[in-house]
């Protein structure tokens, strides 16, 4: 019965592949100050959230077709030559599931130094996530909590985060993964002292990526988080010690400045992905700042559509964008049909619209929502994430690669 699920997903995104027709894209040419017109971000960092996207959706190959030594897989692990597998980690099922690998990048086009890089994978059943998180309240829990520790780690530091509180199944799923995954980081980091640690998630792997870092900061690893379609994590008191650690420009922290800045936490989001904005602010929680904004609904974005944000909640990005309350209509709708007992909501087998969906889930969605496009608005960073097959999701297939330029003393461009 899995089988046949699975297999009539993967028709109906060939089927998505077929009937989506490909725009043009021209070259856009840096400015001197390395970006372009429409957008503050740089071409360089728009440049390495992009590769992050692939090299986070290479980790839905755990618990799948998986990936081995020295780096190969059914998805993009190709595209990465430089790329050493330090071991792969998956800690169970349900809400403190976490999964995914950690590499070696012993290329030097990243400020000369190689990188450590742990990929936490998100979930495949995206229709479910947004039912737990939209109708699950959780537990809250002290942060940080004195776990049993049992890392090698010596001395650590003590931290104090005031009136902190975070999302159980986030907190239970790093802490079932944390004893796994020190270790490596402090061989790799023995054996390789110039190399920095990258932290990358999608969906609640980016949840688990959050309370990594900010355990790898205390720790003096000095990491970079990049995360797609983060949740919300915990209270205002853990997203103020988040700014602070990180010192992103924020309204609640004086550290950060007002400057608009990326640092070293990078929270992408999606105009249409309904995922950052849960669990929802009515229960306590909130978002933190570092939030860089994709505003084109459909792929493939370019610079001009992604954006640096202010603080924590900038209205001119995702907490702004109308999709939010599309999403939380659609919410309502699913509570209902769940306290009726119809059953759990899956994933549509096939695209359609409103319509279909309605006869589906008996919903009463309004028809100019296309609820399947907000589905996959989850999955569209930069690239379609989520499914371990050769190049990436079949929608991808057709799509160009982007350019960035292969000579430094030419201004880079960005071609699709």
């Known amino acids: 019965m899995r089988l046949y699920s699975i297999v009539i997903i993967l028709l109906s995104l060939v089927s998505t592949t077929i009937c989506t027709p490909l725009t043009e894209q021209r070259p856009l040419q840096a400015s001197q100050d390395g970006t372009s017109n429409g957008s503050n971000l740089s071409i360089k960092l728009f440049a390495e959230l992009e590769e992050f996207s692939r090299i986070v959706d290479i980790s839905y190959c755990v618990g799948m077709t998986g990936i081995s030594k020295p780096f190969r897989c059914s998805s993009r692990c190709d595209d990465f030559p430089e790329f050493e597998l330090v071991d792969t980690f998956n800690t169970g099922p349900l809400m403190s599931d976490s999964c995914g690998y950690i590499a070696l990048d012993h290329s030097t086009k990243h400020q000369g ?41 010596a001395d650590k530091p003590k931290a104090k985060c005031n009136n902190c509180t975070v999302h159980t199944g986030f907190w239970n799923s790093w802490q079932n993964t944390r004893a796994f995954i020190l270790p490596h980081i402090e ?57 602070l650690t990180f010192s992103l420009p924020s309204e609640h922290n004086t550290k950060g400045g007002h400057e608009l800045k990326a640092g070293r936490y990078r929270r992408i989001t999606h105009i249409d992905d309904p995922v950052p904005l849960l669990p929802l602010q009515e229960w306590g929680y909130r978002s933190h700042a570092g939030e860089v904004y994709i505003s084109k609904p459909s792929l493939q974005p370019a610079l001009p559509d992604v954006h640096l944000c202010f603080g924590d909640e900038d209205v001119d990005c995702l907490a702004g964008a109308e999709a939010g309350e599309s999403w939380f209509n659609v919410v309502a709708d699913i509570r209902e049909v769940l306290a009726e007992g119809s059953g759990v909501v899956t994933m549509p087998g096939s695209v359609g619209d409103a319509e279909m969906l309605r006869k589906r889930w008996g919903l009463p969605i309004p028809a100019r929502y296309k609820i399947w496009q907000l589905f996959f608005a989850h999955r569209d960073y930069f690239w379609r994430l989520g499914l371990c097959v050769p190049g990436g999701d079949p929608l991808d297939w057709g799509r160009n690669r982007y350019d960035f330029g292969d000579d430094e003393d030419k201004p880079p461009k960005l071609e699709l």
């Open 113 to 153: 130094k190689g990188r450590i890089i742990v990929a936490f994978r998100g979930t495949y059943s995206i229709a479910n996530t947004i039912v737990d998180l939209s109708t699950v309240p959780q537990e809250y829990l002290p942060y940080p909590d004195d776990p049993e520790n049992q890392t090698t780690v």
């Open 187 to 243: 061989a790799a980091r023995s054996n390789h002292p110039n190399y920095q640690l990258h932290l990358v998630g999608h969906s609640l792997g980016g949840a688990v990526a959050a309370l990594a870092g900010l355990e790898f900061e205390t720790l003096g690893f000095n990491p970079t988080i990049t995360t797609f379609g983060e949740p919300r994590v915990g209270n205002s008191g853990l997203r103020d010690w988040i700014d």
